[in-house]
């Protein structure tokens, strides 16, 4: 069994069998037609069922083979122009190739004896993303699995600095579009279960920041602490982005922490000709990125950002064996501060201990495209859904919810005849589904004021106006296909 150990025996076999895996997927690649099979989990559990996990294949190829069936074949593909679901996004070759090496490494970048120059690039990388934000000469922080980890330890930072034993106190405030994992932190972080207000959005989609001045108001007469404000820039159903410096003002003018929860936004940070968009997120106190978003890179790759370095104290924890308190004493050591008191331990930033060097895979980006490279992808995208915007506002056929800011568009299909509400709620579902069995398509869905909407995330410039027509058809007739028939059994 050793010979499937990666060691200086086993170089050749690896390099054979990460080729073979590389070309089974690059075919995979070359030949799917549609971003999916329409595979329904009926149809799959029993081909996975079949499998003896104790029965193992011996060998990489024949495990390959079963992989076909069992994932590859039936996987939903985001590199295909008509996936336009979740914020899922194709990725860019230069971080998939730094995705191999990080983990046939397997560096862990809890501690510098576990990653030496790991550690370096990843601060190097923090830098970088804090000066394109603006946050200043103090700032630093942490890559994390993802946005809902990043927001939660931004919050557990906010918490901690609002110096206040009584939890049931914190208020936090947050437009009604932003994430769920706002209020998963909240109830995480031992607040209570009002903790989270919820500020209303104006007719675009972002925070109306006058209702949130009177919140902040009753807070205060209330004696109630104003926590932390939460601004969104990109929600994820809209891509709205809420208004930065009227909400930077008033995170001051009260004392709350103002954290940014850029997960989907911050790819402007590298736009040729968007970065104003994010005007006044270098005033937060902290800043969620997602680069497994609007970046290009595979899941994860994803990082908190905070404006005084030392706020991200309140996470460090020591362990004798890892990253002890004291300098450890080495054998006659010139000095402790020279040797072990400066070696960079990045654990005592994070909520993970075993981390993941997925900075590896934005450094090989930006070492490859640039910065520009990138942000010009995501521009792309932008520039998609403003066509795709004007193609739905002159479709009769549909009902558009708000301009896009970023790439996102949110619409329903109106049908020509007189129906209820209800009706035309279960028509875009059904579309919905019908358009996922048919694997031609995938698109997303939403609820706007109570409505069922559907909903594309752009996030593929290979996708073109015409891929967004011709989705936009199917999905039409499907609708009338369920309406058509749901009026032949009325
Ligand atoms: C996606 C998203 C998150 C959560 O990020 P994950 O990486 O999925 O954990 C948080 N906030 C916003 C605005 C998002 O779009």
Redesign the pocket.
């Given at each position: 069994m050793r010979s499937h150990l990666l060691n200086d025996a086993t170089a050749e076999s690896y390099r054979r069998s990460v080729i073979e895996g590389v070309e089974r997927v690059a075919d995979k690649l070359a030949t799917t037609r549609r971003p999916f099979t329409g595979v329904t989990p009926a149809d799959l559990a029993p081909v996975i069922d079949a499998v003896d996990l104790d029965k193992p294949l011996g060998d990489t190829s024949a495990a390959l083979d079963e992989l076909e069936s069992v994932y590859l074949r039936d996987a939903v593909y985001f590199h295909h122009p008509r996936y336009l679901g979740h914020?899922n996004c194709p990725v860019v070759i230069p971080a998939v190739l730094g995705e191999a090496v990080l983990s046939a490494v397997n560096s862990s970048l809890d501690t510098w004896d576990q990653s030496a120059g790991g550690t370096l690039i990843e601060r190097k990388l923090i830098d970088w993303t804090t000066s394109r934000i603006g946050l200043g000469p103090a700032a630093d922080g942490v890559f994390t699995s993802?946005?809902?980890?990043s927001?939660l330890q931004a919050l557990l930072l906010a918490r901690e600095e609002a110096k206040t034993d009584d939890l049931a106190k914190l208020r936090i405030f947050s437009s009604e579009c932003s994430?769920f994992?706002v209020q998963k932190s909240a109830t995480l972080l031992g607040l209570g279960a009002d903790a989270v207000i919820s500020v209303p959005v104006d007719r675009t989609k972002r925070m109306q920041s006058v209702v949130l001045a009177a919140e902040l108001e009753a807070c205060r007469a209330e004696g109630l602490v104003p926590m932390a404000i939460v601004a969104?820039a990109?929600?994820?159903d809209f891509g709205s982005i809420d208004p930065l410096p009227e909400i930077a003002a008033l995170a001051s003018e009260y004392g709350a922490w103002m954290h940014v929860?850029a997960?989907?936004g911050c790819g402007l940070l590298a736009s040729p000709t968007r970065r104003h968009l994010l005007d006044g997120i270098e005033r937060a106190d902290s800043v969620?990125v997602?680069y497994?978003?609007s970046f290009f890179q595979p899941v994860s790759s994803?990082a908190v950002l905070v404006r005084d370095g030392s706020t991200l104290r309140h996470a460090t924890y020591h362990a004798d064996y890892l990253n002890p308190r004291q300098p450890v004493a080495m054998e006659a050591p010139p000095t402790p501060e020279g040797l072990w008191g400066k070696i960079p331990n990045q654990v005592d930033k994070s909520l993970q201990t075993t981390r993941r060097f997925d900075a590896l895979k934005l450094w090989m980006t930006l070492r490859v495209m640039g910065a520009d490279g990138v942000g010009e992808l995501f521009d792309e995208v932008c520039d998609l859904a403003a066509a795709g915007f004007e193609l739905l506002a002159a479709d009769p056929r549909y009902d558009v919810v708000v301009e896009p800011q970023l790439s996102t568009l949110v619409y329903r299909y109106i049908p020509e005849a007189v129906t209820s509400p209800a009706e035309i709620d279960r028509a875009n579902l059904y579309a919905r589904k019908a358009l996922f069995a048919s694997g031609e398509a995938v698109v997303a869905g939403t609820k706007v004021d109570g409505r069922q909407y559907l909903k594309f995330t752009l996030l593929n410039p290979e996708t073109t106006t015409a891929d967004i027509a011709a989705v936009l058809d199917l999905i039409a007739g499907h609708a009338e296909q369920y309406l058509g028939e749901t009026l032949v059994h009325a």
């Open positions: 914020l993802g946005g809902t980890q927001n994430h994992s969104t990109g929600t994820t929860d997960a989907y969620t997602d497994h978003k994803s």
